[in-house]
């Protein structure tokens, strides 16, 4: 099925821009101009099956990120000569020094790592930070993250620069349901980098959110989007108390990105006080986990529960707006997650997923809440 679609979206792609797309986006989109009735085109993960996680507990960074990947299935899909985005998650540089904001420059290291034993054309490490943050070369240079990707054999250090300065860096897209928030704008911005690569890896952090109550795999894909498309996320819905509605704009624009695997940074989680992480109501733990899924809903799911039991054994002087409802509501009914099934992101429920465990203490706890 992913085959099938990644050819429909290089053809659309082809068409529309001229360009070479590769394999790193969903055929369930269209591209500008091109828009598809809601729920056409085939969905990967939407059928029940079995997906699994890798979590792994290893002091070594190097072994704990290629043995999560190897329990996952692995990427031997990568061929020799091919090009693979590697998408970290390089929001800001603020707190430098503070782990759980960003992925860590050595799990970063280990997957550029890991993917170079493949032999690939070319590694790309690429994100577009927030808008408050809007130097995203600064942001991969004050924190590390570009260095540490270069040293590990990196061929790029991708800096995305806004819409505005260079548009041709962006692709308008029309996923399924992209009009419930971009309809005013006729789409969603893409990155072309991932769009034009063979493979996309993801490799997200592990922490909490006030607005969108956590940040994973799915989250991380709204620095694939271009500034103006974030603009209409509905983060004053979730000021307000309801998650509901920014959790149905993540899965929506999750539909541009087909992730080859996605790989969670939990060397250090932020329970609370995410997405700054420098605040008063800022607390980390250190669950030392590397995780990885080719399947972004069994994933999150994961990494939240996670979460749910750090958030149940550890002292929360000062609750960030997340964590009521993440302490109160089961992973698979999170907003985020509920909207992701619906839209054929991943598996639906619990029962579709393994989760394979290496070395952690807390396994048999973490599967009590994955799977309550």
């Known amino acids: 099925m992913k085959r099938e679609r990644s050819r429909f979206t290089r053809r659309l792609f082809?068409?529309?821009?001229?360009?070479?797309?590769?394999?790193?986006?969903?055929?369930?989109?269209?591209?500008?101009?091109?828009?598809?009735?809601?729920?056409?085109?085939?969905?990967?993960?939407?059928?029940?099956?079995?997906?699994?996680?890798?979590?792994?507990?290893?002091?070594?960074?190097?072994?704990?990120?290629?043995?999560?990947?190897?329990?996952?299935?692995?990427?031997?899909?990568?061929?020799?000569g091919q090009t693979v985005f590697i998408k970290p998650n390089a929001v800001s540089n603020r707190a430098i020094g503070s782990g759980g904001i960003r992925t860590s420059p050595e799990v970063l290291a280990a997957v550029v790592r890991l993917?170079?034993?493949k032999n690939p054309g070319r590694i790309i490490v690429g994100d577009r930070s927030a808008r408050a943050f809007p130097d995203t070369a600064l942001v991969f240079e004050s924190t590390g993250l570009g260095a540490a990707a270069l040293a590990a054999g990196a061929d790029e250090i991708y800096a995305a620069q806004s819409p505005a300065d260079a548009p041709d860096e962006w692709v308008l897209m029309q996923p399924p349901f992209y009009a419930e928030t971009w309809s005013a704008a006729g789409g969603i911005l893409a990155m072309r980098r991932i769009l034009e690569a063979d493979h996309l890896i993801n490799v997200p952090v592990c922490k909490d959110h006030r607005y969108a109550l956590f940040s994973m795999s799915m989250k991380n894909f709204i620095g694939a989007i271009g500034d103006s498309s974030r603009d209409p996320l509905h983060f004053a819905s979730s000021t307000a108390g309801d998650f509901s509605r920014i959790s149905r704009d993540i899965a929506?624009?999750?539909q541009l990105y087909s992730p080859l695997i996605d790989i969670l940074d939990a060397t250090t989680a932020l329970i609370s006080g995410g997405p700054e992480g420098s605040n008063a109501d800022a607390?980390?733990?250190?669950?030392?986990?590397?995780l990885a899924s080719a399947d972004r809903v069994a994933l999150d799911s994961a990494g939240v529960s996670l979460i749910k039991l750090e958030l149940g054994r550890?002292?929360?002087?000062?609750?960030?707006?997340?964590?009521?409802?993440?302490r109160a509501t089961a992973a698979w009914e999170l907003p985020q997650i509920r909207s992701a099934i619906e839209l054929g992101l991943g598996v639906p429920n619990a029962q579709a997923v393994t989760l394979a465990f290496e070395a952690v203490a807390d396994a048999a706890e973490l599967e009590s809440i994955f799977r309550a």
Do not use: F, M, W
């Open 115 to 117: 993917v170079k034993q």
């Open 14 to 80: 082809l068409e529309h821009t001229g360009a070479i797309v590769g394999a790193a986006t969903l055929g369930a989109c269209a591209s500008e101009g091109e828009a598809q009735s809601p729920g056409s085109g085939s969905r990967e993960g939407g059928a029940p099956g079995t997906a699994v996680v890798g979590v792994v507990a290893n002091a070594d960074v190097d072994a704990a990120v290629a043995r999560a990947v190897e329990l996952a299935g692995g990427i031997d899909a990568i061929l020799p």
């Open 283 to 290: 607390v980390r733990v250190t669950p030392g986990l590397v």
């Open 252 to 254: 929506i624009l999750n």
């Open 314 to 326: 550890t002292d929360v002087p000062v609750h960030d707006p997340a964590y009521d409802v993440l």
